[in-house]
């Protein structure tokens, strides 16, 4: 109730109009030198039981509501005590003051358009959580607002929240829309018990993204993660078709031919967007996600284009901060945004939750924050850019391991990685999301930039190293990488290198490779450091035809000495007389027991010293 208390003076009049018509005349009233208490509302607004509304929680008061607002010309509607059943659709133009509640079916809408916002909301309904869905019910169906405000208010969410389902009309939406300002808080309870199934299912490399054969299909959930023989990381449940009993996979599985048994384990989200079959420009900005432990964070939409999380906490996800299972990640931005997990007591090797994955193209990673996760992101797609973020997954233990930071799963995967901080992780390259991981053709492992970042490793194992390269299938190779401008630092224990190949499935072919810049990166408490081009000064002490120069493990992950860009004297090359020789050596590339050596062939026996310039590529 507002009341006013500015003083009034003098005789005046007032004209009330009733609802149907009749003008009641009050004159004459006189104030006189004091502060005058008005209830101002009193004459600017409207009653909805003026118009037939009851409140009793059963009758239809649908057309009251419309009558009262087409009646107010601007005034204000008030819904006083009472609950009442809207039974259709109702669009309120004008302000609404809610001391009453209302009461509709899910799959009718409320939209305010004078007070849209999510406490307007939860004046209308009374709890926060169905205020909420109903509000974004509202903001999708309802084409005048392109973000809800939370209005800064906490919500508690006792349930995974089915966007689609409180949407309850589409099942596609491709005009932007934003959810801002507010937060989610999870309280707890059976219902955010990830569901577990197992059943056996075939698949063949020939139909690289379905299972079939599926037993039981009908029991396994959409949105859940695949894990089985054969399964790379980060593989979901697309879609099922129970009729056919087949499964849709939102990656294909390495080395999973013939049947087996897989196990789904459908995780719990706050907000579930994947019961839409396409969501495009959608974003959250500026929400607190207080997952407790008990929750994940956002599941995407099936398909879909420019999902934006901006300036945004997830807090203590259970499994999953933000989750594709599908391409509703094609164009993904996440800026701004930190991710506190619950398992920072745990250590490294022991951890299973992740910040987020893709497998879409075009992924944009901005300036964020992620700590003791076991991996910040899995990303299958191409042309993505990590840039300007801080991703930490340490431990306490002493010669700990250390997990993937970044995981890419393309060989050809065209992704910058420019400005991070990598904190006691490393960046993974592997192609597990491959139906068929030998190499053919194509341009294999390719197309990877790492420039400017630092990498900072404490209490780790010797054999730790920043940059991994895995092979799931034979035959492949470095076809293009450029590392440059990097900062390698180890603390509190000296590592081996920087640079490994996971040989665990298979190794690179190292005969092979082009395009290989690997240079103006610094290194600290690093064993070998590596280059290519190597520049390196080799001192013949005692003459001889040919002089072995070998490269001592510098060329990244264990190259071979391919190809040699020049050789230059410093100071005289003399032979058995002490006489200075004038003549140029030619070269043998690839020598010794790994190929890691050249030859210097000289006309006649020789010393002396040269630097020479050897690459990998």
Not at 485 to 510: C, E, H, P, Q, W
Request: aromatic share 10%.
């Amino acid at each position: 109730m507002v009341w006013g208390t500015e003083p009034i003076y003098g005789h005046f009049g007032i004209d009330l109009t009733g609802p149907n018509g009749g003008v009641v005349r009050i004159d004459d009233i006189e104030i006189e030198d004091v502060t005058a208490v008005f209830h101002r509302d009193l004459l600017s607004r409207v009653d909805v039981r003026d118009f037939g509304a009851l409140g009793d929680g059963s009758t239809d008061d649908s057309a009251a509501f419309e009558a009262a607002d087409a009646a107010a010309g601007g005034r204000r509607v008030l819904v006083p005590e009472g609950v009442y059943y809207l039974g259709d659709s109702v669009t309120m133009e004008s302000p609404v003051i809610f001391e009453g509640t209302v009461t509709m079916p899910d799959d009718r809408t409320l939209a305010l358009a004078k007070d849209f916002h999510l406490p307007a909301y939860i004046d209308a309904f009374g709890n926060e959580e169905l205020a909420f869905k109903k509000a974004f019910q509202a903001l999708v169906n309802d084409g005048n607002h392109e973000s809800l405000d939370m209005g800064g208010r906490a919500v508690t969410i006792t349930a995974p929240v089915d966007m689609q389902a409180a949407v309850a009309t589409r099942t596609e939406y491709a005009v932007r829309r934003t959810i801002r300002n507010g937060q989610f808080y999870v309280s707890g309870g059976p219902a955010w018990d990830p569901d577990v199934v197992t059943s056996q299912a075939s698949y063949s490399a020939s139909d690289s993204k379905v299972l079939s054969n599926v037993v039981n299909v009908a029991n396994i959930p959409v949105g859940a993660l695949v894990t089985g023989n054969g399964v790379g990381r980060e593989v979901y449940v697309k879609a099922k078709n129970v009729a056919t009993q087949e499964v849709t996979l939102s990656s294909a599985l390495f080395d999973a031919e013939g049947t087996q048994t897989y196990t789904f384990t459908r995780f719990k989200y706050i907000l579930d967007f994947s019961g839409f079959d396409k969501l495009t420009r959608f974003t959250i900005a500026d929400v607190d996600f207080l997952c407790n432990g008990h929750a994940s964070g956002v599941m995407l939409a099936r398909a879909g284009l420019i999902f934006h999380a901006r300036d945004t906490f997830f807090t203590r996800p259970r499994d999953r901060a933000i989750t594709s299972i599908g391409t509703g990640c094609q164009g993904m931005l996440v800026d701004r945004c930190q991710f506190l997990s619950r398992e920072g007591s745990e250590l490294a090797q022991d951890r299973v939750s992740l910040v987020l994955n893709a497998n879409a193209n075009d992924v944009k990673l901005r300036n964020n924050r992620a700590t003791q996760f076991r991996h910040f992101a899995v990303l299958a797609g191409a042309n993505s850019v990590v840039s300007g973020n801080h991703f930490f997954q340490g431990d306490s233990a002493s010669a700990g391991i250390r997990l993937a930071g970044i995981v890419l799963t393309r060989t050809y995967c065209s992704t910058s990685i420019v400005g991070n901080y990598v904190d006691n992780c490393t960046i993974e390259w592997s192609n597990e999301h491959e139906a068929r991981p030998d190499f053919t053709v194509g341009f294999s492992f390719s197309a990877l930039s790492i420039t400017d970042n630092v990498f900072l490793s404490s209490e780790v194992a010797p054999w730790f190293s920043y940059l991994v390269i895995k092979p799931h299938g034979q035959d492949h190779f470095i076809g293009g990488l450029t590392v440059t401008g990097n900062k390698f630092r180890s603390i509190n224990g000296v590592i081996d290198r920087v640079d490994t190949v996971d040989t665990s499935y298979a190794g690179l072919d190292m005969s092979k490779g082009k395009n290989i810049l690997f240079t103006g990166n610094t290194y600290h408490a690093i064993t070998t450091p590596v280059y290519s081009p190597l520049v390196m000064t080799h001192s013949q002490n005692t003459e001889a035809g040919t002089w072995l120069v070998d490269t001592d493990g510098q060329l990244p992950f264990g190259g071979r000495a391919r190809s040699v860009d020049a050789v230059v004297m410093k100071g005289a090359i003399r032979n058995g007389a002490n006489v200075a020789q004038y003549t140029v050596p030619y070269v043998n590339t690839e020598r010794g027991g790994d190929g890691s050596a050249v030859h210097l062939n000289w006309e006649q026996a020789v010393r002396g010293e040269v630097s020479v310039t050897i690459r990998m590529d």
